[in-house]
């Protein structure tokens, strides 16, 4: 009896474990697809398909080939992409890099181009680099913003991003 309710409970435990994931990563994804809206790129970004690539997570990935199905960006397609780890990555407007992919984040844009609005989940992501870091707070998802690393990086923003972020660096 004892056995059966342990795994009773451990199952209900991975189960709720599962669902906050799915959750994180359905909210998050719906914020990536938000963000394009609120940036701009060069006109010579401008052409061909609008690449939201994502490192390090399969879950996000999945959510965010749901969130952006058949939309686009303007006038480009999006397209997710997942890369495994840092030798897949490609050129990208946007990334995600989880944070168990983090020491990728500081010398990215050699591989996805230099207007690449990065973001991650990392605690330190903005002083290596990224634009946006996702953080949890009053268990609800936000964001920190670094203007300085979005303009480093050519990227033009409405005051929207700066106005609605939790923190500004």
Same mark, same amino acid.
């Given at each position: 009896?004892?056995?059966?309710?342990?795994?009773?409970?451990?199952?209900?435990?991975?189960?709720?474990?599962?669902?906050?994931?799915?959750?994180?990563?359905?909210?998050?994804?719906?914020?990536?697809?938000?963000?394009?809206?609120?940036?701009?790129?060069?006109?010579?970004?401008?052409?061909?398909?609008?690449?939201?690539?994502?490192?390090?997570?399969?879950?996000?990935?999945?959510?965010?080939?749901? @969130?952006?199905?058949? !939309?686009?960006?303007?006038?480009? /397609? &999006?397209?997710? +992409?997942?890369?495994?780890?840092?030798?897949? %990555? *490609?050129?990208?407007?946007?990334?995600? @890099?989880?944070?168990? !992919?983090?020491?990728?984040?500081? /010398? &990215?844009?050699? +591989?996805?181009?230099?207007?690449?609005?990065? %973001? *991650?989940?990392?605690?330190?992501?903005?002083?290596?680099?990224?634009?946006?870091?996702?953080?949890?707070?009053?268990?609800?998802?936000?964001?920190?913003?670094?203007?300085?690393?979005?303009?480093?990086?050519?990227?033009?923003?409405?005051?929207?991003?700066?106005?609605?972020?939790?923190?500004?660096?």
């Amino acid at each position: 009896m004892k056995r059966f309710i342990l795994t009773t409970l451990l199952f209900t435990l991975i189960i709720k474990v599962n669902y906050a994931q799915v959750e994180m990563s359905q909210a998050q994804a719906n914020f990536i697809y938000n963000f394009t809206k609120f940036f701009d790129w060069p006109q010579t970004e401008k052409s061909g398909d609008f690449i939201i690539g994502v490192i390090g997570s399969k879950n996000l990935s999945g959510a965010l080939e749901k @969130v952006t199905k058949g !939309k686009t960006n303007v006038t480009q /397609n &999006i397209v997710v +992409k997942y890369f495994k780890n840092k030798d897949e %990555i *490609s050129k990208c407007h946007v990334i995600y @890099v989880d944070d168990s !992919k983090s020491s990728t984040i500081f /010398n &990215i844009h050699e +591989k996805t181009g230099v207007h690449c609005l990065i %973001i *991650s989940n990392y605690y330190k992501a903005i002083e290596k680099g990224a634009v946006i870091q996702f953080i949890f707070e009053d268990n609800r998802l936000r964001y920190a913003f670094s203007r300085d690393n979005a303009l480093k990086h050519g990227l033009k923003f409405h005051s929207k991003v700066s106005e609605m972020a939790s923190k500004n660096y």
